[in-house]
Structures are given as structure tokens and as C-alpha cells.
């Protein structure tokens, strides 16, 4: 069956520092994936995603993700952390046209 | 601006009352989506609807029921046969439900509270 992990639970960053959340996919056929950011009691914002072409992606607010097939990774990343980008981080994947299947969420927390 | 209205943003319910959940959009969007979200379980698909009298089971229908009479709109009720109401619920919509790049866009949520 279609899965996303996010094997983190909680990350902990240093402002200024870098960050990589990480994200698994489990998905025969050609995933389109997406990161999406929601801060507390709030909605999901998209923050980029990836259907095909060069696997590393640009996005909103600063953060990339890389796109590796042979290791079913679609990992987000920043140079440098903000105080404002602690939230919880959401990776899904689209298996059906409708489906969109979410990973279970890493909450980034960020210390002066 | 164009969005998603959910409303309202903090709903307590007695348990055994049916409850109506809200959400409008006015992106000119086709497709609709019900999300229930919980602490540590990511978002779980309730239900979708492509077009207007139309709409689908997701993974955890049991105990939900939808409409869509109207493209604006896909409220969301919560029966007294949902054994565990409690929860944060999040609307969703994208262009077109049939197209895989098209990302969805949420409103941001209500928080139900059955007691």
C-alpha cells in the first residue's frame, strides 16, 4: 500500500542553523509529492512540490527539497532557520487523482 | 480574497448530537476534500467530492455524511454514529480532482469537541 514516513516525531534547530526533514515514500509508479507547513491551529500551506523534471525543487519561505528515486526520499531542506518557520511539517504523496496520502508530521521546534 | 472559509473555528457538542461543519470556497475550484486530522496520525482522507451531486468515501467515512449542491460549498456532518468525534477537521480544494500536479488548498480548520 501507498505510505509516507516521517521518521522524526520532533527536530529541535538552532536559529541561523541548517535543517533537513526527512521524508520516505512507498509508491510503485511515479510519485508526485508535496510538502506542506502547518503552524498551530491553522490550515496546511504548500510549500513546493515535485511531479517530474529536476529533482530538486525550490519553494516558498527559502526551503528546497531534493527528489531521490533510487532511495524513495523526498527530503525538505533550509541553509538557515528562523525563529518563524517552527510548525509542523507534512509530507505527502499522490497516488490516485484524487488520494493524497500524508506522512504523520514532524514538528520543527527552533531555539535562539 | 479568494479562499477557504471554515467555520466555525471551535465547535462543543454533546455526545449523540449530530453536528454540521461549514466549508466555502471561492477559489472557482471543482474539487472538495474532507481531512481529519489527530494528534500523531497525519491527516486521514474522510470524503471528496469532483463535481457538484457528486462525491466519494475516503479511508474513514464510517460515521460522516457530506453534500455538494453547490460548487461553493461541501459541508461536513458529523453523526452520533462517529465513535470518536473529537477532533481537528480540515476542508480542502483543488482545481481539478483529476489532475495529479494539482496541490490542494485547506482552510484552517475546526476543532470539534464532543463531550
Known amino acids: 500500500a501507498q505510505s509516507v514516513t516521517q521518521p522524526d516525531i520532533h527536530i529541535t534547530v538552532s536559529e541561523g542553523a541548517s535543517l533537513e526533514l526527512r521524508c520516505n515514500y512507498s509508491y510503485g509508479a511515479t510519485p508526485y509529492l508535496f510538502w506542506y507547513v502547518q503552524s498551530p491551529g491553522q490550515g496546511l500551506q504548500l510549500l513546493l512540490k515535485?511531479?517530474?523534471?529536476?529533482?530538486l525543487v525550490q519553494g516558498i519561505k527559502g526551503f528546497e527539497a531534493e527528489f531521490k528515486r533510487s532511495q524513495s526520499s523526498f527530503n525538505l531542506r533550509k541553509p538557515s532557520v528562523h525563529w518563524s518557520d517552527a510548525a509542523e511539517y507534512f509530507c505527502?504523496?499522490?497516488?490516485?487523482?484524487?488520494?493524497?496520502?500524508f506522512g504523520t508530521g514532524t514538528r520543527l521546534l527552533v531555539s535562539p | 480574497d479568494g479562499g477557504i472559509t471554515q467555520s466555525p473555528k471551535y465547535l462543543f457538542r454533546k455526545e449523540g448530537q449530530n453536528v454540521t461543519l461549514s466549508c466555502e470556497q471561492n477559489l472557482n475550484h471543482d474539487a472538495m476534500y474532507w481531512y481529519r486530522q489527530d494528534p500523531g496520525q497525519g491527516l486521514r482522507l474522510i470524503y471528496y467530492s469532483q463535481i457538484v451531486n457528486d462525491f466519494q468515501k475516503g479511508d474513514i467515512a464510517e460515521g460522516y455524511s457530506v453534500s455538494r449542491e453547490k460548487k461553493e460549498s461541501f459541508p461536513l456532518t458529523v453523526t452520533s454514529a462517529q465513535k470518536n468525534p473529537t477532533a481537528f477537521y480540515l476542508c480542502?480544494?483543488?482545481?481539478?480532482?483529476?489532475?495529479?500536479?494539482?496541490?490542494?488548498?485547506f482552510g484552517n480548520g475546526t476543532r470539534l469537541t464532543v463531550t
Open positions: 515535485y511531479f517530474s523534471g529536476d529533482t
Open positions: 505527502a504523496v499522490r497516488t490516485g487523482f484524487q488520494k493524497l496520502v
Open positions: 480542502a480544494s483543488s482545481i481539478q480532482g483529476s489532475s495529479y500536479n494539482s496541490p490542494l488548498h
